[in-house]
């Protein structure tokens, strides 16, 4: 079955250390998507990538990184420089224009820093 | 600015009554608009869409929402709510800078009451 696969489903991670979340998708979509989710806040976009090699900031880009080397893999790197990185991370993927822009998810990432 | 506010973090209704939860929109031209239902730990999935076509639209579940041009709404009603409802719904519209993605409103999370 097509879909996206996000990992760890779970990760602790100490202060100051970087930390990567994979997101890998089969449905040969073209542009893909990293969301930060914190209660009450719904979603925030962090980054967004429309073809490979090339991707956009977000709303919430300072202290993440992506690449986007390959059409189905969009990994994002949480680095030491984001100041409060606990949170439920999305992943999410689509084929559509504008007019559709169905978004297909993946089952998120926790990330909790201790 | 926002582009889209959800009215009630929480909403709570009993099984077999009427589920209304709102949003409103800004912007300065007819947006896309869509729903999405998240059940704890997963990601989203897409319940509905108004893009243009007609104004009642029909999604999975017995989920429809209206858009009301007028009142710059799309709200999501069900006539009887069932157990399997409870979960955290979000409104979402296109992106009002052009970019090819999604602005979500804060969430409202929906409690079902035997």
């Known amino acids: 079955d097509g879909g996206i696969t996000q990992s760890p489903k779970y990760l602790f991670r100490k202060e100051g250390q970087n930390v990567t979340l994979s997101c890998e998708q089969n449905?040969?979509?073209?542009?893909m998507y990293w969301y930060r989710q914190d209660p009450g806040q719904g979603l925030r976009l962090i980054y967004y990538?429309?073809?490979?090699?090339?991707?956009q900031k977000g709303d919430i880009a300072e202290g993440y990184s992506v690449s986007r080397e390959k059409k189905e893999s969009f990994p994002l790197t949480v680095t030491s420089a984001q100041k409060n990185p606990t949170a439920f991370y999305l992943c999410?993927?689509?084929?559509?224009?504008?007019?559709?822009?169905?978004?297909?998810f993946g089952a998120g990432s926790r990330l909790t820093v201790l | 600015a926002q582009s889209v506010t959800q009215l009630g973090s929480h909403v709570s209704v009993s099984e077999g009554a009427l589920v209304l939860l709102r949003c409103n929109y800004s912007?300065?031209?007819?947006?896309?608009l869509f729903w999405y239902v998240q059940y704890p730990n997963q990601g989203l999935q897409l319940l509905l869409k108004y893009t243009s076509a007609a104004t009642l639209v029909k999604g999975i579940n017995g989920f429809e929402a209206e858009f009301k041009k007028s009142e710059t709404s799309f709200h999501l009603t069900k006539p009887s709510a069932h157990m399997s409802d409870a979960a955290e719904y979000f409104c979402a519209v296109s992106d009002p800078r052009g970019r090819r993605a999604l602005t979500f409103g804060s969430g409202t999370r929906l409690q079902v009451q035997p």
């Open positions: 999410a993927s689509t084929l559509g224009t504008l007019r559709t822009n169905v978004l297909t």
């Open positions: 449905l040969n979509h073209d542009a």
């Open positions: 990538s429309q073809i490979v090699n090339d991707f």
């Open positions: 912007s300065s031209v007819p947006p896309y």
